[in-house]
């Protein structure tokens, strides 16, 4: 069949000549043009005194309210000497001041609207659309690097692996951003829309995921389980030149990232014999590099 | 509108009065009859020896020469004193011999058939096909209590969190099921149909998914950390009566069954707003208690 040809064209080039290439090779290629900077004041940087580290990067795009008040808590090093009080297998880790009566800086906002989508129409020309169905959207994609899904009127982020939401009380309160919780299970999307997302963990995501699970309700650290110091979180805006971390993600409007994409539903590499022909969006990870 | 009235009055009767009943409100409210036993000969005990302990359940429905190995490796003792050797961040636990040179007992197969999916029409009467659509397959749905996907002719058990599954190497290899691994994050549905899943981790998963990630490539252990050791394997069926863990199911053809995954779509309890009108496969969880 002729329209095999480039498929079987594209398996004769790749470096063993006997299946496609990998995702990771395929970002490995990409030209420089297709990574983006992310800025400085979109990261925050969680260190435990140990020498363990962890990084977010902040969603500015959505929960703008949010990801403003969130910010102020970092300057005012309001993550200092909290914990890791929470941590449900399958589902999230908690932090933050787990009494909820540290004072806020004044400049915080003690709480905040629910704002849990975006308008659609207003971001159509950045969006990148992926072809699989969804079991909770009409569909799904990539907006300026982050997965959402969407319905014909409105676009919201989605709670994949590693992302990263504000903690909240039952509506229509919708936390402050203070009690921040990352999901370390299979995509919970039942939050999505829920409460609002401001960012994901782009490094040492292991060091949420292999905690001691709580041993209370919903994962809470009971009496005899230590939770783990923070000993501060900082915006890498903040730091020092010669000490702040540097991170690109891959434009989800390149072409690097449509055949990263595609590979990552059509896995041909040597170890799969059947490929997917699908992926859920979750499933594709935007590639994030120092 | 009328047709709301079923669920209006469902709202009435919930216990607070505020709510439909949550999954877990549902699910303790079925009737005995809604459970079914799992055989002491599908339970296989995992003790690690400091008083931890992880069970998991064969799927005897699929790849059934795979799970027959496996009774024989359990039978043989031969897990013992073998380690967890691959802990891949959002990816899987593996364990076993990771020099695959321990021998083999001399009655268990060193190389099988791949047989990773099943004809759909054998069992078409024992299915429940749930209603959201899928990224991976034309529909979802649960086999005798096993999550599974499926086209017009053929059906496989899917790589939710916790599925056990063989490790291999490359085709036409299918594993013998020494070397085992667990789903430990966000669903690799891209596996399914390219390795034998052979049952489900059904307690104690976070004495996997809490271990230190592994520093080589795949999440393999370096030689600075320690692999888990693993102190003794054995079906349950081989253990006296008065040890043997005992667990039920609930029955996935049940009607508790069909109302928990109903609200497991469309959460209404008191902390979400907004019901997802949906889920896919691996966010309905079948329900397993001791």
Not at 186 to 191: E, G, I, N, Q, V
Not at 258 to 270: H, I
Request: charged share 20%; net charge negative.
């Amino acid at each position: 069949m002729r329209s095999l040809a480039p498929f079987l064209l594209a398996l004769a080039l790749s470096p063993t000549g006997a299946h496609a290439l990998t995702p990771a090779e395929i970002v490995a290629a990409a030209p420089q043009s297709a990574w983006t900077d992310i800025p400085p004041e979109d990261l925050l940087v969680m260190d435990f005194g140990d020498g363990k580290r962890l990084v977010i990067q902040l969603a500015p795009d959505f929960s703008q309210a949010h990801v403003a008040n969130i910010r102020r808590l970092a300057a005012a090093h309001w993550w200092d000497d909290t914990s890791i009080y929470r941590v449900q297998d399958n589902y999230v880790v908690q932090w933050g001041d787990r009494t909820e009566k540290k004072p806020l800086p004044a400049n915080a906002a003690k709480t905040l609207p629910e704002d849990y989508s975006i308008v659609r129409k207003a971001v159509e020309n950045r969006i990148t659309t992926m072809p699989s169905q969804d079991s909770y959207a009409s569909a799904t994609g990539f907006l300026d690097g982050w997965p959402v899904a969407m319905n014909a009127d409105t676009l919201w982020p989605v709670h994949c692996y590693g992302m990263v939401g504000a903690g909240r009380n039952l509506a229509p309160d919708a936390g402050n951003g203070a009690e921040l919780y990352a999901v370390i299970g299979h995509a919970p999307r039942h939050l999505d829309r829920n409460i609002a997302l401001v960012g994901r963990v782009i490094e040492g995501i292991e060091n949420f995921s292999s905690l001691p699970r709580g041993t209370e309700t919903l994962g809470m650290y009971g009496p005899n389980q230590t939770a783990t110091p923070i000993q501060s979180v900082r915006l890498a805006s903040e730091m020092p030149g010669e000490t702040r971390p540097h991170f690109q993600m891959l434009d989800t409007r390149s072409r690097t990232f449509a055949d990263y994409a595609r590979a990552r539903e059509n896995r041909k590499d040597e170890f799969f014999n059947l490929p997917a022909g699908g992926a859920d969006i979750c499933n594709i990870p935007v590639p994030i590099r120092r």
